[in-house]
C-alpha cells in the first residue's frame, strides 16, 4: 500500500467519489467569466467572429478547432486559435477511470499559450482536480448567428473569456464529467477549467508522500484493533470508519479545495480488516493444530507402547501377535503404499509370499473392495492361495481404523468337525481391529516425528497440510475410545461404584451398583451424596454433613461398615480432585466430585475356598493390634 501510493497509482480510484461529491455539491448561485459561442461553419465564419468579440472588448477570445486555419485576425494579441502548434502537445485536462477531471499544465511553453497568458500567476506543475459546483445551465452560450447580428449586450461579453467552437452533431460521444454528460463539446471542459483557474478553485490532491504516512499509520493502528475485537464488532467499526472517511474527505473538498486519500483509506480500512481476519484464522488453526498435535502424542503414550513406537516397522510385534495366539494354516500380510490404492507383501507365515495365486494389488477391486465394504473378514470364494487344500477354507480382513486403510490380511484355515466359524470370524474381526489401530498409531507417529524433514518433499509434491478436519476426527476418536475403555472398566468393577459432583448430583454409575440400588429401591438420579450416605449408614444427617465436609475441605476419604440386606459392606468414600497434587488446591472448587464404593465383604469371603482361615487371620491380626496399643499405653 505504501508504494502504491507513493507512486500515486492510487489516487485514481477517488475518480467515482470525486464525481460523486461535485454533483451533491453544486452552487446554483455562482457567475463565470466566460461566454461559450458556437458556429455551424466554423471555418468561414471565425474572422467575423472574432472581429465582432473584440468589437465588445471580451478579455481574450480563444477558437477551438483542430484546424489549421489560412487567414488569422489582424489583432492577435488577444486571439488563440489552439489547433496551432509548433510542436506535438499533450492534452491538459487528462481522466481518472474515464472520468475527465484532471489537469496537468503542459510541460512546454508553446502548448495551450492562452493558459499561461491568461493565467501567468499559475506556477503548478503538478495535477490538480478540476471542480465542477459551477451548474452547466449558468455557462452563458449563444449561438453564432446571435453574435453577428448584434442581438448581445456589451455587457454580456466585456472583459470576458470568449470560447469560440464548432457546434458537435449529437451522435458525438457525451462528456465522461460531473454535470456533463448531457454535453458533447469538450469546449465545456476546458471552460470549467478556465473558471477553476480565473477562481483559484481548482482541487489538489494531498501529498503522494505525506498520504502514503497517513495509510501506514491508520492501517497499523487498525490491525492492532481489529485483532483485539471479534469480526462483527470489527465490521461495524469499519462501517464507521468509512463513513467518516466520507464526510472528513468531503468538508476537505468542499472548505479547504483539498483531496485528501479518501478511496485509499476505503480500502486500507477493510484491506486492514480482512489481514486481521485471516491472521486471526491462521493463529486459530495453528492453536488447534497444536493441540491436536499434544493431543496425539498424550494419546500414543496410552495406547502404543514405547516398544512399539520406537521400533522402525511394527509388523514384527503383529507376526509375533498372531504366531503366538492363532493357529492359522497359511497367513499372509499385505500393506498399503503411501498416497496410492496398491498393496505389497509384508510377510508370510507358514507358507511363502510366492504362494500367493491372487495377481491383483489393488485394494480397490475385489477381494479386497469386499472386505473393506464388510468391515471385517470375509471368506474368499476365488482361488488366493496356491495348493490350497480340500478342507481348506480362505479368509481375508482388512486392517483399517477410522477409515484409513493399513493394509490386509489373508489366511486359511482347516475347516473340519472342529472348526467353529462364527468364532472365528469373531476373533479374526477382534485381533484385525487392534492391529489396524496400531499400524494407524504408529505410522502417524512417524509422520509426526518426519513431518518437518518432509516439508519441501510435500511442499513439490502438492500435499503441503493435512486437512484439519481429518485431525479433528482422529483426536475424537482417539479420545472417544479412551472414553469407551474408562467407562467399560468403571462399569465392569466388581465393587458398586457412584460417582458424584461437587453438587451431589450423579454423574456416573457402574452395573454392581445399579444392582444394589435395584435391591434397596434407591432412586439413582435423585438422591445427592448427602442423602445415599444418610441411607446406607444410618448416621444423623449433621454427622453426615460433618463427613462430606471434611472430604471436600480436606481432600481425603473415610471408611464405614455398611450392612445392607444381610450382606456385609466396607463404603470407601473418597475426594476425586482434578489436580495431580492436591496440594495445589486452595478450594473445595478445585473438586471434581465424590466417590463412593461398596466393597462386598460377604461375596470376597464366599469366593475363598476358606473362608474361616481369613477370619482367623483378620482376628489375629487385630488381636496384635490391640497388644501392641496396649504396650505402647
Not at 248 to 253: A, E, K, N, R, T
Request: neutral net charge.
Amino acid at each position: 500500500m505504501f508504494i502504491a501510493e507513493t507512486s500515486a497509482v492510487l489516487q485514481k480510484i477517488n475518480a467515482p467519489i470525486y464525481s460523486a461529491f461535485m454533483h451533491s455539491s453544486t452552487q446554483a448561485s455562482a457567475q463565470s467569466n466566460l461566454v461559450i459561442i458556437e458556429s455551424d461553419n466554423l471555418a468561414e465564419e471565425h474572422i467575423q467572429l472574432v472581429e465582432k468579440a473584440n468589437a465588445l472588448q471580451a478579455r481574450a477570445v480563444i477558437v477551438f478547432t483542430d484546424l489549421v486555419f489560412n487567414t488569422t485576425p489582424t489583432d492577435s494579441e488577444r486571439v488563440f486559435y489552439t489547433g496551432i502548434s509548433v510542436q506535438p502537445c499533450h492534452r491538459e485536462i487528462k481522466s481518472w477511470l474515464g472520468y475527465h477531471i484532471v489537469y496537468s499544465p503542459p510541460a512546454h511553453s508553446a502548448c495551450q499559450k492562452w493558459l499561461s497568458v491568461l493565467f501567468p500567476n499559475v506556477k503548478s506543475t503538478h495535477h490538480q482536480l478540476i471542480s465542477f459546483k459551477l451548474p452547466v445551465s449558468t455557462l452563458p452560450k449563444f449561438k453564432a448567428q446571435r453574435l453577428l447580428a448584434n442581438d448581445i449586450f456589451s455587457a454580456q461579453v466585456k472583459n470576458k473569456i470568449v470560447f469560440v467552437t464548432q457546434r458537435t452533431p449529437d451522435y458525438f460521444p457525451s462528456l465522461m464529467a460531473p454535470g456533463l454528460q448531457d454535453e458533447t463539446n469538450p469546449v465545456y471542459l476546458y471552460s470549467y477549467l478556465t473558471h477553476n483557474l480565473d477562481q483559484n478553485s481548482l482541487v489538489t490532491p494531498l501529498n503522494p508522500l505525506i498520504s502514503a504516512l497517513v495509510e501506514l499509520i491508520v492501517i497499523i493502528v487498525l490491525i492492532f484493533v481489529y485483532l483485539r475485537f471479534s469480526t462483527m464488532f470489527n465490521v461495524r467499526l469499519a462501517v464507521l470508519l468509512n463513513t467518516l472517511i466520507l464526510i472528513v474527505g468531503y468538508m476537505g473538498i468542499s472548505y479547504l479545495q483539498l483531496l485528501l486519500p479518501i478511496g485509499q483509506l476505503l480500502i486500507v480500512t477493510w484491506i486492514a480488516l480482512a489481514w486481521a481476519f485471516f491472521h486471526s484464522r491462521s493463529i486459530e488453526d495453528q492453536n488447534l493444530k497444536k493441540l491436536l498435535e499434544d493431543t496425539e502424542q498424550r494419546m500414543f503414550g496410552r495406547y502404543l507402547p514405547k516398544s512399539v513406537i520406537e521400533q522402525n516397522t511394527p509388523w514384527d510385534g503383529v507376526i509375533t501377535l498372531t504366531n503366538q495366539l492363532l493357529s492359522l494354516n497359511k497367513g499372509i500380510f499385505l500393506t498399503r503404499v503411501e498416497h496410492d490404492h496398491r498393496l505389497r507383501e509384508i510377510h508370510a507365515l507358514n507358507c511363502q509370499i510366492s504362494d500367493i495365486k491372487e495377481q491383483r494389488r489393488d485394494y480397490e477391486r475385489p477381494p479386497y473392495s469386499d472386505a473393506i465394504k464388510a468391515l471385517g473378514v470375509i471368506q474368499i470364494s476365488r482361488p488366493f492361495f496356491v495348493n490350497l487344500a480340500e478342507n481348506e477354507a480362505q479368509y481375508i480382513a482388512p486392517l483399517m481404523y477410522a477409515g484409513d486403510i493399513r493394509g490386509f490380511w489373508a489366511m486359511t484355515v482347516i475347516n473340519n468337525e472342529q472348526f467353529n466359524e462364527q468364532a472365528f470370524i469373531r476373533n479374526v474381526n477382534r485381533f484385525a481391529g487392534q492391529i489396524g489401530e496400531l499400524l494407524y498409531h504408529h505410522h502417524t507417529h512417524n509422520n509426526l516425528i518426519h513431518s518437518s524433514n518432509q516439508a519441501l518433499t510435500r511442499a513439490l509434491t502438492f500435499d503441503v497440510f493435512e486437512p484439519q478436519s481429518k485431525k479433528v476426527n482422529t483426536a475424537i476418536a482417539g479420545m472417544e475410545q479412551k472414553l469407551s475403555t474408562l467407562e467399560h472398566i468403571f462399569d465392569r468393577l466388581s465393587t458398586a461404584s457412584v460417582m458424584f459432583n461437587l453438587f451431589g448430583q450423579v454423574m456416573q454409575v457402574n452395573k454392581a451398583f445399579e444392582q444394589l440400588a435395584l435391591q434397596q429401591k434407591l432412586l439413582i438420579f435423585d438422591i445427592t451424596a448427602l442423602d445415599l450416605l444418610v441411607e446406607v449408614s444410618n448416621l444423623p444427617i449433621d454427622v453426615a454433613r460433618g463427613k462430606l465436609r471434611y472430604l471436600t475441605l480436606n481432600k481425603g476419604q473415610f471408611s464405614l461398615s455398611v450392612s445392607l440386606n444381610d450382606q456385609h459392606y466396607i463404603l470407601l468414600v473418597y475426594s476425586l480432585d482434578k489436580l495431580t497434587n492436591i496440594r495445589q488446591s486452595a478450594t473445595p472448587f478445585s473438586i471434581s466430585g465424590v466417590l463412593f464404593e461398596f466393597i462386598n465383604v460377604s461375596t470376597l469371603l464366599n469366593k475363598l475356598e476358606n473362608p474361616k482361615h481369613m477370619l482367623e487371620l483378620l482376628t489375629m491380626s487385630e488381636q496384635q493390634h490391640n497388644e501392641d496399643d496396649w504396650s505402647t499405653s
